[in-house]
């Protein structure tokens, strides 16, 4: 069964500096990643989706695949204080349906 | 634009009572979700749906019941609340390798 981490658990930097997250997943024939920010008490915003190895740019987020280590990143360039929030990985794979396999999030959180 | 509805957006219920929360979708998607969401964590598969009156399970059915009426319709049906099934309930919509849809989410607190 797909199980997907992330790291770290949490994250504090300073606005402007580069913000990176990590996530591993476990079955090799996942095809379909997304990251998504969900700010407190809100529901979930899809920030970039990623099928193919390599980089997907979306506005200052970046996601980089790397489907043989089994980690896909998440890059945040120049985060404002509004980045704060909850980050979720997704996974999911052709295979089954679909399914997408959230890891437990990584809580950014960006300081003047 | 897409749209997933849910109704109630909160709810408070009391141990061994039944709950049902519903979903709707404009979409014309074939495919939706319900997950659960603890405090903090990530979101967590309890049942899906390919089709009309049809649904199946995901990797937490233990506690729930789900119904598919119609392509736009979805339900989550707990038959005996319990204090563990407090937390945040998302639901979301999807045609095949097309992007998930949520709604904005039903807060339970069972009591």
């Known amino acids: 069964q797909q199980k997907v981490q992330q790291s770290p658990e949490s994250l504090t930097v300073s606005e402007g500096a580069m913000a990176s997250l990590n996530c591993t997943f476990s079955d090799r024939s996942s095809d379909n990643f997304r990251w998504y920010r969900q700010h407190s008490g809100k529901g979930l915003e899809v920030l970039v989706s990623?099928?193919?190895?390599g980089e997907k740019e979306e506005g200052s987020f970046t996601a980089h695949l790397n489907r043989a280590s089994l980690h896909v990143f998440l890059h945040i360039r120049e985060p404002q204080p509004s980045d704060s929030a909850l980050y979720l990985c997704a996974v999911s794979a052709t295979s089954s349906g679909q399914k997408l396999v959230f890891g437990q999030g990584t809580i950014l959180k960006v300081y003047l | 634009e897409a749209a997933v509805t849910q109704s109630p957006r909160s709810k408070v219920a009391v141990t061994g009572g039944k709950v049902t929360l519903s979903c709707h979708q404009t979409?014309?998607?074939?495919?939706m979700y319900w997950y659960r969401q603890d405090t903090g964590h990530g979101l967590r598969l309890i049942h899906y749906s390919y089709v009309a009156d049809s649904t199946e399970k995901g990797d937490i059915p233990d506690g729930y019941k789900a119904s598919r009426p119609s392509q736009e319709n979805f339900s989550l049906i707990l038959e005996l609340a319990s204090l563990s099934q407090t937390a945040v309930y998302f639901c979301?919509?999807?045609?095949?390798?097309?992007?998930?849809?949520f709604g904005p989410g039903t807060r339970l607190t069972v009591l």
């Open positions: 979409n014309n998607h074939d495919y």
């Open positions: 990623i099928f193919s190895d």
């Open positions: 979301a919509s999807s045609d095949v390798r097309v992007e998930q849809y």
